[in-house]
């Protein structure tokens, strides 16, 4: 959230303050607000860090909470003249542990709820509240982005970031097998102003932690792992599948680990030289044990050169570590030393789903409509929501909403 004392943000609004906010441009605001906090949801954590900043730049005193001399000067910025009587009455309906005051929680629980329909006798405490909420739209959140300047402000990025905010909706679907249910769900997809983008999902062979685990029942400490000779037989087999089906993507994205490699250079070795393979590290697996502990970078790049791993961090872990066990010039070899003396750790579910998000969007932004994705069985049950079968064919039925034009002028 942009400091609400910033002098472009002021300046952004200066042609609303002090301006009572009419219905069409409350729903016009609300609509742009909904569909910013949509593909912000899985950034919980930097969104309340923001919010105590606003809170303690708030914060005159310095006593750690808004009273409602702060809380007035606050509204002001938005061109509400509270008076003391109106101030105390909107903060009782903010604050929860009624001590008259509002703290960083919830000032964050007021800022973040969702806002409701227009309500023409709640005009001014909504004035206030959207107006905090409104946060700079220019960011381009779904489609194409203008390069931005390292180094530069949270408002510099969004002021060098395109005009319209083209945001959209995502839903997994299996491919229909019968022809004639594939092109209905593509003429209705047409019709609905939808794009489809195919998805072939192809699970790893079995790995030696995966066999080991199979004799041991418990962590084995395998570091990436390799495909075990089963496992390269099941990669074969899935194949043979691929090239009877006639199937050529456009693109072959695979998780840096190397049994996922591996996996990808049996199953796709018929469209070699064909198609364009990479890696991408937000396809990784869900981290819950030491075969999820990768690889650096130049020993990946060295012996897997078929791959274009230029997403793949160069001089760092590009594996889930918890914020408390990070480790700066750390080796690798000290790393998995670590993880083991901890009897390892485990990745936060949201961390996962904010990196399903983050692919998501990748596929989303990227020009081609046929993919061939070779990651891991716990990831894609995170992504699509099923438990699918291996090399099982799924759309990303992508529901581009209407692009959002932030207002220049009070029409």
């Given at each position: 959230?942009?400091?609400?004392?910033?002098?472009?943000?002021?300046?952004?609004?200066?042609?609303?303050?002090?301006?009572?906010?009419?219905?069409?441009?409350?729903?016009?605001?609300?609509?742009?607000?909904?569909?910013?906090?949509?593909?912000?949801?899985?950034?919980?954590?930097?969104?309340?860090?923001?919010?105590?900043?606003?809170?303690?730049?708030?914060?005159?005193?310095?006593?750690?909470?808004?009273?409602?001399?702060?809380?007035?000067?606050?509204?002001?910025?938005?061109?509400?003249?509270?008076?003391?009587?109106?101030?105390?009455?909107?903060?009782?309906?903010?604050?929860?542990?009624?001590?008259?005051?509002?703290?960083?929680?919830?000032?964050?629980?007021?800022?973040?709820?969702?806002?409701?329909?227009?309500?023409?006798?709640?005009?001014?405490?909504?004035?206030?509240?959207?107006?905090?909420?409104?946060?700079?739209?220019?960011?381009?959140?779904?489609?194409?982005?203008?390069?931005?300047?390292?180094?530069?402000?949270?408002?510099?990025?969004?002021?060098?970031?395109?005009?319209?905010?083209?945001?959209?909706?995502?839903?997994?679907?299996?491919?229909?097998?019968?022809?004639?249910?594939?092109?209905?769900?593509?003429?209705?997809?047409?019709?609905?102003?939808?794009?489809?983008?195919?998805?072939?999902?192809?699970?790893?062979?079995?790995?030696?932690?995966?066999?080991?685990?199979?004799?041991?029942?418990?962590?084995?400490?395998?570091?990436?792992p390799s495909l075990t000779e089963l496992g390269q037989e099941q990669a074969r087999e899935r194949q043979m599948e691929l090239e009877k089906e006639g199937l050529v993507p456009q693109l072959v994205v695979a998780s840096p680990m190397q049994r996922t490699l591996q996996t990808c250079l049996y199953v796709c070795s018929h469209l070699k030289g064909q198609v364009p393979f990479i890696t991408h590290p937000l396809i990784r697996e869900y981290l819950t044990s030491a075969d999820d502990i990768g690889s650096m970078?130049?020993?990946?790049?060295?012996?897997?050169?078929?791959?274009?791993?230029?997403?793949?961090?160069?001089?760092?872990?590009?594996?889930?570590?918890?914020?408390?066990?990070?480790?700066?010039?750390?080796?690798?070899?000290?790393?998995?030393?670590?993880?083991?003396?901890?009897?390892?750790?485990?990745?936060?579910?949201?961390?996962?789903?904010?990196?399903?998000?983050?692919?998501?969007?990748?596929?989303?932004?990227?020009?081609?409509?046929?993919?061939?994705?070779?990651?891991?069985?716990?990831?894609?049950?995170?992504?699509?929501?099923?438990?699918?079968?291996?090399?099982?064919?799924?759309?990303?039925?992508?529901?581009?909403?209407?692009?959002?034009?932030?207002?220049?002028?009070?029409?």
């Open positions: 959230m942009q400091s609400v004392v910033h002098k472009d943000l002021e300046a952004k609004h200066s042609i609303l303050v002090g301006v009572r906010i009419t219905k069409l441009e409350y729903d016009r605001l609300k609509e742009k607000l909904d569909a910013y906090e949509y593909l912000q949801s899985e950034n919980v954590f930097r969104q309340r860090d923001r919010v105590r900043k606003v809170v303690a730049s708030l914060d005159k005193d310095g006593n750690k909470v808004i009273d409602w001399e702060e809380f007035k000067a606050f509204a002001a910025q938005y061109g509400e003249d509270l008076s003391e009587k109106e101030a105390k009455s909107l903060i009782r309906k903010i604050d929860k542990d009624g001590n008259g005051t509002l703290d960083a929680d919830e000032f964050y629980d007021w800022w973040k709820a969702p806002l409701g329909d227009f309500d023409g006798s709640k005009l001014q405490a909504m004035h206030i509240r959207l107006r905090a909420k409104d946060l700079p739209l220019e960011e381009v959140s779904s489609v194409k982005r203008a390069p931005l300047t390292r180094g530069a402000s949270l408002w510099g990025k969004m002021r060098t970031a395109m005009n319209v905010v083209q945001y959209y909706k995502t839903t997994w679907k299996k491919l229909p097998s019968d022809p004639a249910k594939l092109a209905a769900m593509q003429q209705s997809a047409a019709e609905e102003g939808k794009i489809l983008k195919q998805v072939t999902l192809v699970r790893h062979g079995q790995s030696e932690a995966n066999a080991a685990w199979d004799i041991h029942k418990c962590e084995t400490w395998h570091f990436d970078r130049a020993y990946i790049q060295e012996k897997y050169p078929e791959f274009n791993h230029d997403i793949v961090p160069y001089n760092d872990f590009w594996w889930y570590i918890p914020p408390d066990s990070v480790v700066e010039g750390e080796t690798l070899e000290d790393h998995k030393a670590r993880y083991k003396a901890r009897n390892g750790w485990r990745e936060p579910i949201p961390h996962v789903a904010g990196r399903v998000s983050a692919f998501e969007k990748f596929l989303v932004e990227r020009p081609e409509t046929n993919f061939i994705v070779v990651t891991h069985g716990d990831f894609i049950e995170c992504m699509t929501g099923a438990n699918l079968k291996n090399a099982q064919k799924v759309v990303l039925e992508i529901d581009p909403l209407k692009p959002v034009v932030p207002r220049t002028s009070r029409d």
